[in-house]
């Protein structure tokens, strides 16, 4: 049997039934090219006579992406085919992809037709197919909860009809990886035919085995798997593509298969569908989750910084990540701390770290989230509370609306006259911020913006937190405002002056240092 398992992604049809993920046409084509140079070998594009919309999306894909095959959609019936088949008709490589229930509580509840009269439907919706491409796909909807006999039937008449791809989903989520594997093989033996076909899984994560099943699908004979960016998805998602794809990468020596995937995409292409829908993944998310690569408990971070296989079982950059990240937190412990600071520029001797290390741990009781600010004040016996405003913003005028957005800024430096700048960008925070960097002369890089509601109705105060880095260092910014570009900006200067502060504090330490060394 082949090792090579096909990649079908539904990332822009069943990944965007997830509520609030719907995309615009050009959304659509966006997600697509990526996917296509993420290396998946089929996109489900859309459901063509869902909506004018959905049409014109997939018609757009099937014109534009042209190496993986495009497909469409379509419930059985002629009207959803023929709709189809006119999306993805310019398509390098076509596939329409067409479905009827079999599970006895759809038949007879949702269709309310006979088995006989799902078997005609089901030929007629492929031999339907087949006379606008090659490449058709037959879904058996709610497969996990068919009859085994009436589920052989039914596959046995659309590959006899002509179907090229046989899917077999679990719809609702409801089979256990014991129940897939005795499914896949019973089909496997009881229809011969199947050795002409694909068979496909595609699985729902309602009991969190979404992954699990369809990888006890493939290790049962499946050689196409149907899965989502994310794991996005109707109710609680679908299959994880980055999980299914990792899974089989770091345990080829069980598996024995291989993708056409190229791994170092997966998390910019995870990075865009979440800035394209909003909705990101959760912060313990295997592999692009932010903790994917995160540690904090001591003895894991002891253990990371000896052999980075004592807790992590893959690359980082395998995935398009840069690197595991130590944490530090009220578990962390005097390894990772030192490790941090010498990355800072900081090479503490013995008594010097056990100081640093005792002051960290009472700050990391005090506060979630330690960050390099904080550092720097245990170093320098500092404080980043009431630091003076290096920056300060006088006023700020901001229009947008157009290609480009423009601000004019006035801010008033410690010690010096204020001064009033001309900032551009993609967007009225972006041109704020512009303007500011203008007048502060550093290397300054973005590294995290978030905007919350604070106060519920029309006139909601705007809260923005950020984190800026500057020097290697990372620092954070707070502001909260009913205008949520002043928020910004106020939260940018907010990080500018620790920054500011920083910077002095080590001006002061080498001072003292070259004072002490004259002596």
């Known amino acids: 049997m082949d090792n090579r398992v096909v990649i079908f992604d539904t990332t822009l049809r069943d990944g965007e039934q997830s509520p609030g993920a719907s995309m615009t046409p ?29 049409f014109v999306g997939v018609q757009k894909i099937a014109k534009e992406v042209r190496r993986p095959v495009v497909a469409g959609l379509a419930r059985a019936r002629r009207e959803d085919i023929e709709r189809a088949a006119a999306a993805v008709e310019h398509a390098e490589r076509p596939r329409i992809h067409t479905f009827i229930a079999t599970s006895k509580v759809h038949l007879e509840s949702k269709l309310k037709i006979t088995e006989e009269e799902c078997v005609e439907q089901a030929i007629a919706a492929v031999e339907l197919a087949r006379r606008y491409t090659d490449d058709v796909e037959f879904s058996a909807e709610d497969a996990t909860r068919t009859d085994l006999a009436f589920l052989q039937r039914v596959v046995r008449a659309a590959i006899g009809a002509g179907a090229t791809t046989i899917n077999l989903p679990d719809t609702v989520g409801y089979t256990l990886p014991t129940e897939i594997t005795r499914m896949f093989r019973t089909l496997i033996e009881g229809v011969p035919e199947l050795s002409g076909v694909v068979l496909s899984a595609h699985c729902h994560d309602d009991l969190g085995l979404a992954v699990a099943n369809s990888l006890a699908a493939l290790e049962a004979g499946a050689r196409q798997v149907e899965c989502t960016v994310n794991g996005i998805g109707e109710r609680a998602g679908n299959a994880a593509l980055e999980e299914i794809v990792m899974s089989i990468a770091v345990r080829k020596d069980l598996l024995g298969l291989t993708t056409g995937i190229h791994t170092r995409r997966i998390h910019p292409t995870s990075r865009l569908l979440s800035q394209i829908t909003g909705i990101h993944p959760q912060p313990n998310k295997a592999i692009v989750g932010r903790n994917a690569f995160a540690h904090e408990a001591g003895i894991h971070q002891d253990g990371m910084l000896k052999e980075r296989r004592t807790y992590e079982i893959m690359d980082p950059a395998m995935v398009g990540v840069h690197g595991s990240e130590l944490v530090l937190g009220k578990h962390s412990g005097r390894h990772a701390l030192s490790a941090r600071f010498k990355e800072l520029g900081y090479e503490l001797a013995e008594e010097e770290l056990e100081r640093a290390y005792r002051l960290f741990k009472l700050l990391a009781n005090q506060k979630k989230d330690i960050r390099d600010e904080d550092l720097l004040a245990i170093i320098h016996h500092g404080t980043m509370r009431d630091i003076p405003d290096t920056f300060r913003l006088e006023r700020m005028r901001v229009e947008c609306g157009g290609e480009w957005s423009h601000a004019t800024i006035v801010i008033k430096q410690k010690d010096a006259a204020a001064v009033t700048v001309e900032g551009k960008g993609d967007g009225p925070i972006a041109a704020a911020f512009d303007g500011v960097n203008q007048v502060v002369g550093w290397s300054v890089e973005l590294v995290d913006l978030t905007i919350r509601a604070a106060t519920p109705g029309r006139d909601a105060v705007g809260e923005v937190s950020l984190r800026i880095a500057v020097d290697g260092k990372t620092f954070s910014g707070r502001a909260a405002s009913t205008d949520v570009v002043d928020a910004a900006v106020r939260g940018y200067l907010h990080a500018l002056n620790k920054a500011a502060h920083a910077r002095s504090m080590g001006e002061e330490a080498l001072q003292k240092s070259a004072d002490i060394g004259g002596v």
């Open 26 to 54: 050009a959304e659509k084509l966006r997600i697509a090219h990526a996917l296509d140079e993420l290396g998946v070998d089929v996109i489900e594009a859309g459901f063509p006579i869902s909506s004018p919309d959905d």
